[in-house]
């Protein structure tokens, strides 16, 4: 079946440096990646919907500016955390629609583990 | 704008036992998907069973069944004869039908599942 990957899948970093996570599909182009990220014990909330070839719709309260996302390619979403601080420390997880529709082929990548000190 | 509630942040069964997680959700939208999704210590996000909101048989598969109540805004989850493997948190979701759409996701409910 169709895979996602993530990758770093843990990556611990000083306050003030900035981390990029990748999110490649990795045998089927998908048009439209989402962003979301989970804090300890609670539920996943959607960033952004990753359009290729265009920018990024963030949710309310995202900071754009914080949370950089580039579509860049068919097969790959990059979502850069800059000027990280701790309280940005999160599992961030990317998912990918191969089907376009949304229903039939959803597939969620294996997540990052961000640790800022 | 869509909201997904699970009333039950913890439950706990036995071994071999029948299990139901709930659900509810509120929307405007006539045309949707809903799903259950699993997330064990892992935290790999596995797709459990979805539902078509215009089929009005509930979809199953293998031990998982859900019961889907569209007037009430109802999705629930079976799960029979429960297995160890079967713990992990379990996430809700809602959908708009129409090309590729966000998830929004209920709280969860972490599922116990005891020797």
């Known amino acids: 079946g169709a895979v996602v990957s993530q990758h770093p899948s843990w990556v611990i970093c000083k306050s003030g440096t900035s981390v990029k996570i990748e999110c490649r599909s990795l045998?089927?182009?998908?048009?439209?990646m989402f962003w979301y990220r989970q804090f300890p014990k609670q539920s996943l909330m959607l960033m952004a919907t990753s359009n290729e070839g265009s920018k990024a719709t963030y949710e309310q309260g995202v900071e754009k500016d914080k949370f950089l996302i580039n579509h860049a390619s068919l097969t790959l979403s990059t979502l850069t955390v800059t000027s990280a601080h701790p309280e940005d420390s999160s599992f961030y997880i990317c998912?990918?629609?191969?089907?376009?529709?949304?229903?039939?082929?959803?597939?969620f990548g294996s997540g990052t583990q961000l640790s800022v000190l | 704008a869509q909201t997904v509630t699970q009333s039950q942040p913890e439950m706990s069964v036995q071994e071999a036992e029948t299990v139901t997680l709930s659900c509810t959700y509120d929307t405007s939208e006539n045309n949707y998907y809903l799903f259950w999704y699993k997330q064990p210590p892992s935290r790999q996000m596995i797709l459990v069973i979805r539902?078509?909101?215009?089929?009005?048989q509930n979809a199953t598969e293998n031990r998982f069944s859900v019961n889907f109540q569209k007037a009430a805004k109802s999705f629930s989850l079976k799960i029979s004869d429960s297995q160890l493997g079967d713990t992990a948190m379990y996430f809700c979701a809602f959908m708009k039908r129409g090309g590729a759409q966000k998830l929004v996701f209920g709280q969860g409910t972490r599922l116990t599942i005891n020797p």
């Open positions: 045998d089927f182009q998908a048009t439209t």
């Open positions: 539902q078509e909101a215009y089929k009005q």
């Open positions: 998912s990918a629609d191969e089907s376009g529709t949304g229903y039939e082929k959803l597939f």
